[in-house]
């Protein structure tokens, strides 16, 4: 159970905190923080973080043999694609506020077109994110 002050310290390291390139300072966060932080904003800024940890996981185990792990690296090369795909198509029809990735509550609505994508490498504006009108 968290007391008063540690809820105090974390909502002011959080507020203290800015994701600008070239802006974070972690050795100003408790270093009981910094993992956490670490690991939130890679899922923000990698959606393919999983897949590119199963195959490194794949090729330390068998000794950078790529042969072995050639159905990860595949995954992996997939899902890099396809959210690059999603990246610029989001970008060019301006569904997105930056040029980054989808944010992480949308992402499972762009995901739904995986298996589309796969066959026809095209991609059309989700139902969910059409603007009303």
Known sequence: MSSPTDDVNKKRTEDNICYRPGVIRYHDVPPNERRRLFDE???EL???LKESEISNACLMMSGNDYSRCHAQLENYKTCKRFWTAVRNFATVNHLL????FPP???RPIWKK????WIQTRKLTVPEELKPLA
């Open 97 to 100: 506020r930056n040029d980054g």
């Open 46 to 48: 990698n959606p393919c």
């Open 41 to 43: 904003r890679q899922n």
């Open 104 to 106: 992480l509550s949308e």
């Open 113 to 116: 077109q995986l298996h589309t």
